[in-house]
């Protein structure tokens, strides 16, 4: 007796075609095959066409990890009697990152109340703040000094205008957001008995987006002093300043001596926040 081979679907049909399933009761379905070929597909060839465009070569990492082994030997064996260099910039650093976050923060608070869909009902400047807001923040602080390094002068000026900029940008995105999940109906009650929309706001939801907005505030100062750190490679003040002097100079064990101050002051910082965040939750 001869047996009939059974002829199974193209890999096409067997990939990305409906499988088609009967049930129990005598009912048929359709399960959809997986995406997951195609995705995964889709990306191998997004990697490759970045790798030829970027000109990526492992080899190249390969042959020059000797090099960067002894420049990370160097940096990591810093120059502590380098460190009364550092205090100046640093404090610059700090000032720019404390004075820019406090502006940038105040700014950010109105123009929040702004971009709240549930507080402003006025479509076209709701659109129009949210838009400017979105341009704040997608440029990079670096962009910011830079241009405004040109304008003002080199400097700290600059870098603190930078910094204020940014964070308005980001603590008004962060606050309309949470404004916009608020209880509304105390503030529709205070709305009803007269009062303004800014008394309203302040007495029915500063409240509830206080630890909140003292949250982002903190947030931005962590990543102001991160930021405010490499402003100096555009001329405006601060541990930047000391780091491209150093690394242009080749000095690795004075760069190391920066890069751990500047560990050490953002660790500080983390746990300073952290007990901030802590006595306000």
Same mark, same amino acid.
């Given at each position: 007796?001869?047996?009939?081979?059974?002829?199974?679907?193209?890999?096409? @049909?067997?990939?990305?075609?409906? #499988?088609?399933?009967? =049930?129990?009761?005598?009912?048929?379905? /359709?399960?959809?095959?997986?995406?997951?070929?195609?995705?995964?597909?889709?990306?191998?060839?997004?990697?490759?066409?970045?790798?030829?465009?970027?000109?990526? @070569?492992?080899?190249?990492?390969?042959?020059?990890?000797?090099?960067?082994?002894?420049?990370?030997?160097?940096?990591?064996?810093?120059?502590?009697?380098?460190?009364?260099?550092?205090?100046?910039? =640093?404090?610059?650093?700090?000032?720019?990152?404390?004075?820019?976050?406090? *502006?940038?923060?105040?700014?950010?608070?109105?123009?929040?109340?702004?971009?709240?869909?549930?507080?402003?009902?006025?479509?076209?400047?709701?659109?129009?703040?949210?838009?400017?807001?979105?341009?704040?923040?997608?440029?990079?602080?670096?962009?910011?000094?830079?241009?405004?390094?040109?304008?003002?002068?080199?400097?700290?000026?600059?870098?603190?205008?930078?910094?204020?900029?940014?964070?308005?940008?980001?603590?008004?995105?962060?606050?309309?957001?949470?404004?916009?999940?608020? @209880?509304?109906?105390?503030? #529709?009650?205070?709305?009803?008995?007269?009062?303004?929309? =800014?008394?309203?706001?302040?007495?029915?939801?500063?409240?509830?987006?206080?630890?909140?907005?003292? @949250? /982002?505030?903190?947030?931005?100062?962590?990543?102001?002093?991160?930021?405010?750190? *490499?402003?100096?490679?555009?001329?405006?003040?601060?541990?930047?300043?000391?780091?491209?002097?150093?690394?242009?100079?080749?000095?690795?064990? /004075?760069?190391?001596?920066?890069?751990? *101050?500047?560990?050490?002051?953002?660790?500080?910082? /983390?746990?300073?926040?952290?007990?901030?965040?802590?006595?306000?939750?």
């Amino acid at each position: 007796m001869s047996t009939a081979k059974i002829k199974k679907p193209p890999l096409f @049909d067997r990939v990305f075609k409906p #499988e088609h399933i009967v =049930l129990e009761n005598g009912h048929s379905v /359709d399960r959809p095959r997986s995406r997951m070929p195609l995705i995964l597909g889709s990306l191998l060839v997004v990697i490759v066409i970045s790798l030829k465009m970027t000109g990526f @070569d492992f080899s190249v990492i390969i042959n020059r990890a000797r090099e960067l082994t002894v420049i990370l030997g160097q940096i990591f064996q810093p120059n502590f009697s380098y460190f009364p260099n550092i205090v100046r910039p =640093l404090v610059e650093t700090i000032k720019m990152s404390i004075l820019g976050t406090v *502006i940038g923060c105040l700014i950010g608070l109105p123009l929040a109340i702004l971009a709240s869909s549930n507080i402003n009902h006025h479509k076209p400047s709701l659109l129009a703040i949210r838009f400017i807001l979105s341009i704040m923040r997608s440029v990079p602080t670096l962009i910011y000094a830079s241009v405004l390094a040109l304008v003002f002068g080199l400097g700290t000026f600059a870098g603190t205008l930078a910094i204020t900029i940014f964070t308005v940008g980001i603590v008004a995105k962060m606050l309309y957001e949470s404004i916009e999940t608020i @209880d509304m109906k105390p503030y #529709e009650a205070m709305i009803s008995f007269g009062a303004t929309t =800014l008394q309203a706001f302040w007495t029915a939801c500063m409240p509830q987006i206080l630890p909140t907005y003292v @949250d /982002d505030c903190l947030y931005c100062f962590e990543l102001n002093v991160r930021a405010s750190s *490499i402003l100096g490679y555009v001329g405006a003040g601060g541990l930047g300043v000391l780091i491209r002097e150093r690394t242009g100079l080749r000095a690795y064990n /004075d760069l190391g001596m920066v890069l751990l *101050i500047l560990f050490l002051v953002v660790l500080v910082i /983390d746990f300073v926040n952290d007990y901030i965040r802590s006595k306000i939750s």
